[in-house]
Each structure stands twice: as C-alpha cells, then as structure tokens.
C-alpha cells in the first residue's frame, strides 16, 4: 500500500510538471485527431489533454461505431465529431466484410491459411458482407475544413489504401499512428515495408513501434512471431522548426503524448538555431524535453537491473521501453 502511495504523488508530481509546461507551450492551439477505426475509442495516452483536442472518429461497422458516444454538452474534447462511413482511396463504395469479431472486420479478406495456426481463428469468420459508401480522407478534410494534425489508423490491412487517398492531407499532418502488419493477416494486403517507403516520401519520419504484437500458437502471451504493431511516423524537429509557431506547439504536445524526449531536445535546439519562436518557448520545450527524458532513462535503468536478474537464467533477454 505504501509502495503504491507513493508511485501515485512521484506520478502526480511529473503529471502536473508537464501539464503546466505544455499549457505554456500550447496554449490556445488545439489539435485535430481524426481516429480513423475508432471502435476502441481514441487511445488512452490522449486522455490527459483531451481539452487540446478536436476529435474525428471514423468507424463504418455499425456493430462498433454504435457504442462510441458523442455528447457535445459533456465532451472531455475540445470538439468531436463521428464519421460513419469507410475510407479509402477513392470515392465510391465498398465491400466490408463483417467477422465474428467486429474489429477484425476489413475490406480485405481474412487470411483463415495463417489465421488456422493460432488459437481461436473462428473470430476472424466472415459473418456477412455489407455493402458501403466510402470516402477519400481528403473528401473529409474538404468536408470538415479541417487539416488533420494527427492522423490514426487501424483498419486491418487498408491503412495504405486510405493513405493513398489522403495526398492532400499529407501535405499538413505532423504525426501518424499507425497498425503495420509483418504478416499476410488478410489476403493481399499492403504490409509494413510499403508503408514505411510511402511516408518516407510523403516526408514523414518513422520514430519508432510503440507496440509490437507478437503470436504464439497455443497462447497469446506477447512472444511468438512478430506479427503486427503500431508504428509512430512523425515529421523531423528540424523540420518542424522551420515551420510556423503553430505547428512547432502542435510538434510539442505530439511528441509530449508519445513520451518522445529525444525529440523535443532535438526540437529546442533547432528553434535556438532558427529564431521561430520566443526564447520562453524555447526554453520550455527544453525542459519539457529533460523532464520527459529523465523519467525514461530512470525506466531504462529499472528495466537493465531487472534484466540482468533475469539473464542469469535466459543469458540472451533484453529490455528496452515502448511507449
């Protein structure tokens, strides 16, 4: 109980250190997420500035897009808007087909050949096709007038298919979160080396996984094949730093959300290098950079001693953070 007192104020502690820095680099800026196969809602490391942020959630599958509620009077968010139709790359319609479990649900067919080596392939069954509208993501730029700052995309396979059709929102995202498969999941899909090529040259930066998923075939227990993950892309800070003042506060609270120190430092010193933005800015991005760094290398250095125990029995083991 003691051990768990104290995690809870050394949390609260760093919580509000951020906080405060962040709403000094922000301030009134507010970022567009569009949550692009938002069945599971937006991702938990959003939660802590849900008031920076104007929320699009895209979700075709009615069995899911059914749970996710929208009150405009008690929203955490900024703003929030639901989008009940597919992406892809281009406008017309498609066929969804609809598994057994609603967030397998694709356009691509279930790959059942890979599926059958793992526990419970029943899930990803073909239950019915339904037959839907479909949108570009630049149709909903157009559409909402807005330029999408984060762009999140799980949607089993046809992540490629709906960035191929978002060349114009590519243009002013500054960071995409994004599900990468290593395996054919679904027949023919794109798979992560094509996606990595295709944001490269959109001018995006791959950062680093902030998940890995990993199969085994008689448990689910994060070992096994690597077999998908979720991959952070993001524009460079040097990049960003030559950009307006809007865009580097936007760059700020981004890489803040990821945890991602390392690039807020690189961020500091190139605004020192390019004269954008105020020195108090600059400044705070600074130590909002030290503070976030010093807390993962602190982790690092838990997770090496604890290594180091563990590789007195399994001498190949190794640990390093993923946020």
């Known amino acids: 109980m003691i051990k768990n007192e104290i995690k809870k104020i050394a949390t609260s502690k760093f919580d509000k250190v951020v906080a405060k820095l962040i709403n000094e680099i922000v301030g009134a800026e507010n970022i567009s997420l569009l949550d692009v196969g938002a069945a599971n809602g937006v991702y938990d490391r959003w939660t802590a500035v849900q008031k920076y942020i104007d929320y699009f959630a895209v979700e075709p599958d009615l069995r899911s897009s059914g749970e996710l509620t929208f009150s405009e009077s008690n929203s955490p968010y900024n703003s929030q808007t639901l989008i009940k139709r597919a992406l892809w ?49 630049d149709d909903v730029r157009d559409q909402t007038g807005k330029s999408f700052d984060v762009i999140k995309l799980d949607i089993q396979g046809a992540e490629l298919d709906v960035l191929k059709g978002a060349t114009k929102s590519l243009t002013s995202v500054i960071a995409i979160d994004i599900e990468v498969e290593f395996c054919e999941l679904y027949l023919d899909q794109p798979l992560f080396d094509q996606i990595f090529t295709y944001l490269r040259q959109a001018g995006l930066e791959f950062i680093d996984f902030t998940y890995i998923y990993r199969w085994s075939p008689d448990q689910f227990n994060g070992v096994g094949q690597a077999t998908f993950a979720d991959a952070l892309f993001m524009l460079s800070p040097e990049k960003v730093a030559e950009s307006n003042a809007s865009c ?76």
Request: glycine share 4%.
């Open 89 to 137: 790359h281009s406008k017309g319609e498609v066929t969804l087909n609809l598994c057994r479990k609603p967030m397998a649900s694709s356009v691509y067919t279930p790959n059942k050949e890979f599926y059958n080596l793992f526990q419970d392939p029943e899930r990803n069954d073909i239950v019915n096709k339904v037959k839907i509208e479909c949108l570009t993501l």
């Open 248 to 323: 580097v506060a936007k760059f700020a609270l981004i890489a803040a959300v990821y945890e991602r120190g390392d690039l807020l430092l690189r961020l500091a010193t190139a605004l020192n290098n390019s004269n954008k933005i105020g020195k108090e800015k600059v400044t705070a991005i600074k130590s909002l950079g030290e503070i976030i760094s010093a807390r993962n290398d602190r982790t690092q250095r838990q997770l090496n001693r604890v290594t180091k125990i563990i590789r007195l029995f399994h001498p190949r083991v190794r640990a390093h953070i993923l946020h």
